[in-house]
């Protein structure tokens, strides 16, 4: 094994280095209460709020989805909860919820901002009050869209806002694209921060190849968020101007063109995919590592796949659009790149698992976390493959097996790895332990729980269901009941995590520095870390990943601490 270890400014492996230093939890400064929460500029409280806000949201779009499958009890318009009006509503705003207010901003604003700035030996972030800018801006948009539901009628267009629909429908559409318009300042404004911190801020001796994985996809996720949000800025101003003014942009009956949308919000809602599935691919990285107890396989072929998965990830959007009328070179180019992306993808999956090949992997809850979600992402870039071939799309495309594989993707992918994130740096952030059986106990749920929910919604689609109907017909019962009670044991799932977690920071036992045995820099400072995160700047010597118990030469098996 190569020889891999830095030196920390702090104390050695596996101990506290705050030197006494008060906790960011505690409040030194003259604010007291939530007014020293709300006022910080401290990054680590900022990722907090974001925390809150966040799984707040997520809360309430978990309920949504759970009354969306009651509607699908029985088929038929007798017996139902909600009219097809209300119907639309109901998964517009679980779209717009879970998309745009808990996985898009997710990962990097929550953990993000709490790790980044300590994983390259940094005391916050480039721009402090930036960051808070942008989480009075998250909460601001988050606010606008709330308000929409009062004026004239919850927006009825699904999360997408396809035209003309959104331009002709009689509720406040208006007002929903504008607080979706305000979250994507936050977006920026947190892409901006983080590519500063990371070209500005790195540690003396942290060379680009010498910064931890989860670094990395912060980084190649910052690029998108800097340059596709514009994008859809843009666009959502161009529906708002077509409402208010008349102006036929996107309207065919005022001389509009509806498939130009179609471009425009793809060019940006591609690139989002990769926003929600590029900071979890990073802490996978992270995970695998430390509980393998290896150093991560081809850390520079991952490191690149990252800025890879980026870059390509502008090129396809057009697979969403192989039946609104595109030419065959179009389609042909398309469905190319789209079988392009999955090649980087591929190698950090390969890289995971050559990884924990012959490594001395500790079964603890993280752990099995990632597992399922290289399972269940798996599963969703397989499902993938057919929407990007043309031949099988054009039978798929708008059926329930898009929501299948698009839930595979995002939840099954990005939420299930950001659940495991949380519980592989719950004890450094909170300074306290969860219950591990629990934990274990509640992934369970979960895991059978997603798969009774969308699986068949995956076979449902095959079979030839529309998505976005409120009503079937009777052949599709059976399944939609299988997916119905599946949303119950995931729920069951949710709630045992949230109240284990909950209780862990009320009442659980003192977390040690370094519970895991991790090698990043955020291993050698206390936990919860100390409000500046180190007393020294640390000076990097070596890459990120070692690990003391594996074979490697006796001067590199604990940090040099100065």
């Known amino acids: 094994m190569s020889d891999v270890a830095f030196a920390a400014g702090g104390a050695p492996h596996g101990h506290s280095s705050n030197g006494g230093a008060h906790s960011y939890l505690e409040n030194t400064g003259k604010r007291k209460g939530i007014l020293s929460w709300i006022l910080s500029t401290d990054h680590k409280r900022i990722g907090i709020l974001y925390l809150i806000s966040i799984f707040s949201f997520f809360a309430v779009g978990v309920v949504l989805g759970v009354l969306m499958r009651l509607e699908m009890l029985v088929p038929g318009p007798t017996g139902k909860i909600f009219n097809a009006q209300e119907y639309n509503a109901l998964f517009t705003l679980h779209g717009v919820i879970m998309v745009f207010l808990f996985v898009v901003p997710g990962i990097p604003a929550t953990l993000g901002n709490f790790f980044l700035p300590i994983q390259i030996g940094a005391k916050d972030v480039a721009f402090p009050r930036l960051n808070l800018l942008s989480w009075y801006l998250y909460i601001t948009g988050a606010a606008i869209i709330l308000v929409s539901l009062f004026m004239h009628g919850l927006p009825d267009t699904g999360w997408t806002f396809y035209v003309p629909y959104s ?7 208006t007002t929903a694209v504008f607080g979706v318009f305000v979250l994507g300042f936050s977006s920026i404004l947190t892409g901006m921060n983080f590519l500063t911190t990371i070209h500005r801020m790195r ?62 919000f793809w ?53 969403h659009m192989f039946v609104a009328g595109e030419t065959e070179t179009a389609q042909f180019a398309f469905s190319l790149l789209t079988f392009l992306v999955a090649i980087p993808s591929g190698i950090k999956v390969f890289n995971w698992v050559a990884t924990m090949y012959k490594g001395s992997i500790d079964l603890q809850p993280p752990f099995l976390f990632l597992m399922a979600f290289i ?13 990007g071939s043309v031949a099988t799309d054009v039978h798929l495309t708008g059926t329930y097996f898009v929501v299948g594989h698009f839930h595979y993707i995002i939840f099954g992918g990005a939420v299930f790895i950001f659940f495991g994130a949380l519980h592989y740096w719950f004890p450094k952030m909170f300074g306290r332990m969860y219950n591990k059986k629990a934990a274990n106990i509640s992934l369970g749920f979960l895991f059978v729980g997603f798969n009774m929910l969308y699986f068949p919604m995956l076979l449902l689609g095959y079979e030839g269901m529309p998505r976005r109907y409120f009503s079937y017909l009777p052949q599709y019962e ?64 070596h890459e990120p990943y070692y690990h003391p118990d594996a074979e490697m030469p006796e001067e590199h098996a604990v940090p040099v601490a100065k």
């Open 267 to 319: 060019v940006y809602s591609h690139p989002a995919v990769y926003i929600m599935i590029l900071p979890p691919m990073g802490v996978v990285s992270e995970i695998v590592s430390t509980f393998s107890h290896r150093t991560v396989f081809g850390y520079k072929a991952v490191a690149i796949s990252s800025l890879a998965i980026a870059f390509i990830g502008y090129l396809v959007w057009g697979h």
């Open 375 to 387: 399972m269940l992402f798996a599963i969703g870039g397989l499902t993938g493959l057919f929407l």
């Open 167 to 173: 331009i002709r429908t009689g509720t406040d559409v």
């Open 478 to 541: 059976t399944l939609q009941h299988v997916s119905m009670v599946g949303s119950w044991v995931l729920v069951i799932g949710l709630t045992i995590m949230f109240w284990n977690l909950i209780r862990g920071i009320r009442k659980g036992e003192k977390a040690p520095a370094n519970p895991w045995g991790g090698t990043t820099l955020e291993w050698t400072i206390a936990s919860p870390p100390p409000t500046e995160n180190f007393e020294e700047i640390p000076v990097i010597t």
């Open 203 to 264: 540690a003396p001796g942290m060379s680009w190849f010498k910064m931890p994985l989860f670094v990395w996809a912060l980084y190649a996720t910052a690029w998108i968020q800097v340059i596709a949000t514009p994008v859809l800025a843009i666009t959502l101003l161009l529906i708002i101007i077509e409402r208010v003014f008349s102006v036929g942009i996107f309207d065919p009956a005022k001389g509009g063109d509806p498939v130009l949308y179609q471009h425009m």
